[in-house]
């Protein structure tokens, strides 16, 4: 069964940092592109950063470039997204994403991000 857990979310202040983390288990990590993507109230969801399976190549949406960094461990089967300079756009419930090739991809249950002061 797999399963990804995200955690990490929580409430900071605009220019605040918070750093969300995604555990996997029951697949074959290594195999998968993870990314993030993130849902606000009313918004469609959005892809904000992904990772090739080997972290070898990583791509940011606009929005959060400059600002944001993904990265993985695939040891201990985690994948990571640094947000530093936050603002209160990014307010969202951010969520992990799992893919390989043209199998079914997988999704967390998501964590809540609040920026707000």
């Known amino acids: 069964q797999v399963q990804l857990v995200e955690s990490g979310g929580g409430l900071v202040q605009p220019g605040g940092s918070l750093r969300l983390s995604c555990a996997a288990s029951g697949l074959t990590f290594s195999r998968y592109s993870m990314s993030w993507y993130r849902q606000a109230p009313g918004k469609e969801r959005e892809l904000v950063a992904g990772i090739t399976s080997n972290g070898g190549s990583t791509n940011y949406a606009d929005s959060v470039k400059d600002r944001f960094t993904i990265s993985s461990d695939n040891a201990k089967n985690m994948v990571y997204l640094q947000m530093n300079r936050l603002k209160p756009e990014d307010t969202a419930v951010y969520y992990c994403?799992?893919?390989?090739?043209?199998?079914?991809?997988?999704w967390g249950q998501g964590t809540q991000v609040t920026v707000s002061s």
């Open positions: 994403y799992a893919r390989w090739s043209s199998n079914l991809p997988y």
